[in-house]
């Protein structure tokens, strides 16, 4: 059995970004989410699946703070081709499921849509999740973007954990706070209909 390393190299390896099944071409659904928070030039974004995705060029464009992480070395290097190695980046090859570095900056907003719901043992999802709460900010915001748990049961070839708005919040724990979730359909570049849960959340200022 392949390692995640080496499942999602074959993948950015042997399809260009718009032959992927996640790939978007446009990443609105996202920055509407976004658009809610109160960010600035000085705010700090955590990607734990960067991947090759259109949103780091559209973050860039903003020109904030982001950490670009990915358990997949072939799409960092596509993605830094693509965009370069600029000085308001970090770049990080990680399974978000074990703990991060020590040295990383705390950040003010965690975006994932490519990550969690691909994490199945509870030791793994217990990792994300402590690591999430390590890294982000009181006061900071963090968008889960999920398989809904009517959506498919399998995506990459992988079997997936499917999410509900009631069990991201209990996941996350009780000093986040909803702001605001919808369920979407995301529509493959194959045609597919992919149904998702997005849930926004702040993290209350005095925890952590």
């Given amino acids: 059995m392949n390692s995640p390393n080496q499942h999602w190299n074959n993948f950015f390896a042997n399809k260009d970004d718009a032959q992927l099944s996640w790939y978007e071409a446009d990443v609105g659904?996202?920055?509407?989410?976004?658009?809610?928070?109160?960010?600035?030039?000085?705010?700090?974004?955590?990607?734990?699946?960067a991947g090759t995705s259109l949103l780091v060029d559209e973050l860039l464009s903003r020109e904030y703070t982001l950490i670009l992480n990915d358990v997949s070395d072939t799409a960092l290097g596509k993605l830094k081709s693509r965009i370069g190695d600029l000085d308001n980046l970090t770049w990080l090859l990680h399974d978000m499921s074990q703990k991060l570095p020590q040295e990383l900056a705390a950040v003010d907003i965690w975006i994932d849509r490519a990550v969690l719901h691909f994490l199945l043992d509870e030791e793994q999802i217990?990792?994300?999740f402590d690591n999430l709460r390590a890294l982000l900010r009181p006061g900071g915001y963090v968008l889960l973007a999920e398989f809904a748990p009517d959506g498919t049961p399998k995506c990459a070839g992988l079997e997936l954990h499917r999410y509900s708005i009631e069990e991201m919040g209990d996941r996350l724990g009780k000093d986040f706070e909803l702001v605001r979730h919808e369920n979407y359909i995301f529509v493959s570049p194959t045609g597919d209909d992919r149904a998702?849960?997005?849930?926004?959340?702040?993290r209350m200022v005095g925890s952590g």
Avoid: H
């Fill in 196 to 202: 998702y849960v997005y849930g926004l959340f702040k």
């Fill in 29 to 49: 659904q996202t920055l509407k989410f976004l658009d809610m928070i109160p960010a600035n030039k000085e705010s700090s974004f955590f990607l734990p699946g």
């Fill in 126 to 128: 217990q990792g994300y």
